[in-house]
């Protein structure tokens, strides 16, 4: 495989081939952000009594990442966005590290949950840049492809990554396993600096205020798409458990090893389609989703066909985040894309708590089978904009 990178701050010629080398250290990036960010909730028996603490608190320490993440995400890139991008990566890599660390040894909650503080503001930092830092990486027409070898690291992080996380912390320890995970993110912080090229920060002069990026052609079509669909989204996977015992099918390991296999085949499809059928892509994708959602609502109680449907499911989201990325990137352009990536960061999460709040409310009012049918309508929606947008989600890269 090749791993040339461009020289510093230069665009790569279009016969470039891809940095595989510098693609796959960010995707890395990817999957250690998911894994620090989720571990946690495989390991609430074994981290509670540790610390004292409740298996719901252990929870919170998913929940303190998260709105860390949220809350950071904008004024940290914001406040960075002039600095050159590979030591804010590197930054970004350490404070990974360290609160690895620090979880790893700390005996107090409190410190613990600090600690979780800290990588969350790390991971509303990364988020923000990694797409965007591929895109600068490779020729325009091959922007859409890097993107999905980058994004492909949360669908392994949630696949196989958090799983095995899991089974080697019940086999040397959770301490342990936080142990690795920091030792993970500096020998990362070694293959970044050696392998990805660095570019420089955005000018003063050609700042385009944070309001302004929100407002550029396309920018507010593809957040809304974002939105709705990953509301959509939570709503159901958040309670896939209980919407699987409603369903007669009790196996929830089961259905969610599905699901992770076939995100793994969504990435591969879009990968291969997304640079030459951005749209029409996206729009298979959504409306795949939404079909699925009709058929959860109607005949899930058949487990072949709930597995099917999950396995498409699966398939259609896999792929899903890349194409919207990519169509992000390629309106806001990639010198404002950590930027505009900042925003669909905090659009993002906020998809994940709506979409879990409501799927809650759902589940307690109208129990799990209500639970497809308020999904569908979001999803739709999500599906509707791409579909009048035409500007925002152009049937071929531009």
Request: charge should be positive; aromatic fraction near 6%.
């Amino acid at each position: 495989m090749s791993t040339t990178c461009p020289a510093k701050g230069t665009a790569p010629p279009a016969s470039a081939p891809l940095p595989w080398s510098g693609l796959l250290a960010l995707s890395t990036a990817a999957l250690t952000a998911v894994l620090t960010e989720l571990l946690p909730a495989g390991l609430l028996p074994r981290m509670a009594p540790d610390l004292g603490v409740s298996e719901a608190r252990i929870g919170f320490l998913v929940t303190g990442y998260a709105l860390a993440s949220f809350a950071a995400a904008i004024p940290l890139t914001a406040l960075l966005r002039g600095l050159p991008r590979r030591p804010v990566l590197v930054g970004a890599l350490l404070g990974f590290a360290v609160s690895n660390a620090v979880v790893a040894v700390s005996s107090s909650y409190a410190l613990t949950f600090g600690a979780r503080l800290v990588a969350g503001g790390m991971g509303g930092t990364l988020w923000a840049m990694l797409a965007g830092y591929a895109a600068r990486m490779v020729p325009a027409e091959r922007r859409g492809r890097a993107i999905a070898i980058v994004l492909a690291g949360i669908t392994l992080a949630l696949a196989l990554g958090v799983p095995a996380g899991t089974a080697l912390a019940g086999t040397v320890g959770w301490r342990t396993a936080f142990g690795l995970l920091s030792g993970i993110a500096v020998l990362l912080m070694v293959w970044v600096r050696w392998r990805v090229p660095t570019f420089p920060g955005e000018t003063p002069h050609a700042r385009v205020p944070l309001a302004r990026v929100a407002a550029l052609p396309g920018i507010p079509a593809v957040l809304s798409v974002t939105l709705f669909l990953l509301v959509g989204h939570q709503v159901m996977y958040t309670y896939v458990a209980p919407f699987a015992a409603h369903a007669g099918f009790g196996r929830t390991g089961l259905v969610l090893l599905v699901f992770g296999a076939a995100t793994v085949v969504g990435i591969w499809i879009t990968g291969v389609l997304v640079d030459r059928h951005p749209r029409p892509t996206l729009v298979g994708a959504l409306s795949l989703c939404a079909t699925v959602m009709l058929a959860l609502g109607l005949v899930a109680g058949v487990p072949g066909v709930l597995l099917i449907s999950v396995a498409l499911w699966g398939v259609a989201f896999g792929g899903a985040p890349t194409l919207i990325q990519t169509a992000l990137i390629d309106a806001s352009g990639p010198e404002r894309a950590d930027v505009a990536t900042s925003l669909q960061t905090t659009v993002y999460n906020a998809g994940i708590a709506v979409g879990s709040l409501t799927g809650g409310l759902v589940l307690d009012g109208w129990g799990a089978g209500a639970l497809p049918w308020t999904a569908l309508p979001l999803v739709a929606v999500a599906l509707g904009v791409v579909t009048v947008a035409r500007n925002a989600f152009p049937a071929t890269r531009r």
